[in-house]
């Protein structure tokens, strides 16, 4: 257990809709990543907040958004489904601002649009 | 921009073989280096980490990794699988400079047979 939460676990969804995901990150960890992993692209870096502030920004789609809340846990916003979107979502944290600590990932949330 | 290659989507070994998994990177700067396993249905777990010093890094469960910088190559090699290190293993990168995403290589199914 790495001690970061995802909720849901599973999400199932029609296209055109929106969805949240929750994360919690480890207890002392300020940084908190969202990556997207698909058959067809791997494992993608979307976003990272660190205390409260968009810190980087990977491959992240405008119709998806997140914010990380002063408990510092994290939501992933993604709006106006495709089918495209289907796939694991994972947030990870760390202690650290940059990439020099480790990365500990939750256990995933797997959106299905049908 | 970091790139990660790995060598082989799949690779099959025998119970108490050598286990071998490569990896490629390329950075404009010295990189910090990962390995990740991901079990079927969990989040990943970090199995050993390169930031500097030691070339050599020994991991979990027995893993290792020796960062050749003149190869760029960070390859994961364990001396003797066990059934249990069947998963998916994912080779990162992330600059020193304070990048906080990592990249990903598009992983390795190893597979153990008995």
């Known amino acids: 257990d790495s001690g970061v939460t995802q909720t849901p676990k599973h999400l199932i969804t029609a296209t055109g809709q929106r969805v949240t995901l929750r994360c919690s990150p480890r207890?002392?960890?300020?940084?908190v990543y969202w990556y997207q992993q698909s058959l067809d692209q791997g494992l993608q870096f979307l976003i990272q907040y660190y205390n409260g502030e968009e810190r980087a920004k990977g491959n992240i789609l405008e119709r998806f958004s997140a914010q990380q809340f002063p408990d510092l846990h994290s939501e992933l916003n993604l709006s106006s489904l495709e089918l495209g979107d289907s796939a694991l979502y994972f947030c990870a944290s760390s202690v650290a601002i940059s990439g020099v600590g480790e990365q500990y990932f939750g256990p995933g949330t797997r959106l299905t649009v049908t | 921009a970091q790139s990660v290659t790995q060598l082989g989507s799949h690779v099959s070994v025998s119970e108490g073989a050598l286990v071998l998994l490569r990896c490629n990177y390329s950075s404009s700067v010295p990189p910090y280096l990962f390995w990740y396993v991901q079990y079927p249905n969990q989040g990943l777990q970090l199995l050993l980490k390169y930031t500097t010093g030691a070339t050599l890094v020994k991991g979990i469960n027995g893993f290792e990794a020796e960062f050749k910088k003149s190869e760029t190559s960070f390859h994961l090699t364990k001396p003797s699988a066990h059934m249990s290190d069947a998963a998916e293993y994912f080779c990162?990168?992330?600059?020193?400079?304070?990048?906080?995403?990592?990249?990903f290589g598009k992983g390795t199914k190893l597979t153990v047979n008995p």
């Open positions: 990162a990168v992330s600059d020193q400079g304070g990048s906080e995403k990592l990249v």
């Open positions: 207890s002392g960890d300020l940084s």
